[in-house]
């Protein structure tokens, strides 16, 4: 599987440089989301921009990214789907369940907002 890694101060865009996202490639996708976490890194931005088509076993990958860094306190976003894989999302109900933006910089708004929010939470305890 091809795909960029750009680590920023507080968060990772991963960047899958496929144009398909299915069965052959969803375990890797789930091992390299897991590694990322496994850095240290707790907010993680999918950058879906070259992926034109999933699967069930693609969405699957998602799912266990969005729930690791929702476990870890983080925040999981997907940003610039496309078309196929957005409709896909929708019939499956989990546009319900993902963090979904339209760019890389409402993403790393919706970030900085988490952060925020995170500090607060703590601050209050």
Do not use: C, W
């Not at 879906?48 to 476990?71: I, T, W």
């Amino acid at each position: 599987m091809k795909y960029t890694v750009d680590k920023k101060e507080q968060y990772v865009v991963f960047t899958p440089m496929e144009e398909k996202l299915d069965s052959g490639l969803s375990p890797v996708l789930k091992s390299e989301l897991l590694t990322v976490q496994a850095e240290g890194y707790n907010n993680l931005v999918l950058d879906m921009s070259q992926v034109k088509y999933a699967d069930s076993s693609g969405l699957s990958a998602l799912l266990v990214g969005n729930r690791e860094f929702n476990r870890a306190g983080g925040i999981f976003i997907i940003a610039s789907p496309q078309d196929h894989v957005m409709k896909l999302i929708k019939i499956s109900m989990l546009d319900k369940v993902f963090n979904i933006v339209d760019s890389l910089e409402a993403a790393a708004e919706a970030i900085f907002i988490h952060e925020i929010e995170g500090r607060e939470e703590e601050e209050e305890d």
